[in-house]
């Protein structure tokens, strides 16, 4: 299956979640925490379609392949699941943690990405925020 359709279909929210510290941090590429690309601007959050989605492994792969980024530092958090659709398609959402010790910077900066905590994404369109409201209360309620 080719890479573009793979991800023209999905999107990927990368963070890195600090257990000791509590912090957590998501991963902002230029305007959006949905990679590697944002979400089409009428997107709005719907139940999941029938019939299946692509497998997550293969979506996190190609993304990270995309964008470059190291697939040993990185696991999906299949207890996340989020659907949105747009126009005639639907894009699911998933969620993968970097498994680092400390947020790696190095990671996303020559992506001009940058770890941020939700309290600083308010500018986000309003979905992106409602899918990282989804996610802190996945992470911190564990």
């Given at each position: 299956m080719?890479?573009n359709d793979?991800?023209e279909?999905?999107?990927?929210?990368?963070?890195h979640f600090d257990s000791?510290?509590t912090?957590?941090?998501?991963?902002?590429?230029n305007s959006?925490?949905?990679?590697?690309a944002?979400?089409?601007e009428?997107a709005?959050?719907?139940a999941a379609?029938?019939?299946?989605?692509d497998?997550?492994?293969e979506?996190l792969?190609?993304a990270?392949?995309k964008?470059?980024?190291d697939s040993?530092?990185v696991?999906l958090?299949?207890a996340?699941q989020?659907?949105l659709s747009?126009?005639?398609?639907?894009?699911?959402?998933?969620?993968?943690?970097?498994?680092?010790f400390e947020?790696p910077h190095d990671?996303?900066a020559?992506?001009?990405?940058?770890?941020?905590?939700i309290?600083?994404?308010?500018?986000?369109?309003?979905?992106?925020?409602?899918l990282?409201?989804q996610v802190?209360?996945?992470?911190?309620?564990?």
């Amino acid at each position: 299956m080719p890479t573009n359709d793979l991800l023209e279909r999905n999107r990927l929210i990368l963070c890195h979640f600090d257990s000791y510290s509590t912090d957590l941090r998501f991963v902002r590429i230029n305007s959006t925490v949905l990679l590697p690309a944002p979400l089409p601007e009428n997107a709005q959050m719907c139940a999941a379609p029938t019939g299946t989605g692509d497998l997550p492994a293969e979506v996190l792969q190609a993304a990270l392949e995309k964008l470059g980024m190291d697939s040993s530092q990185v696991v999906l958090d299949d207890a996340f699941q989020a659907w949105l659709s747009a126009d005639t398609t639907s894009v699911q959402v998933h969620l993968a943690r970097f498994t680092t010790f400390e947020a790696p910077h190095d990671a996303v900066a020559h992506h001009g990405g940058v770890f941020k905590p939700i309290s600083e994404l308010r500018g986000l369109p309003m979905a992106e925020l409602i899918l990282l409201r989804q996610v802190f209360t996945l992470i911190m309620g564990a």
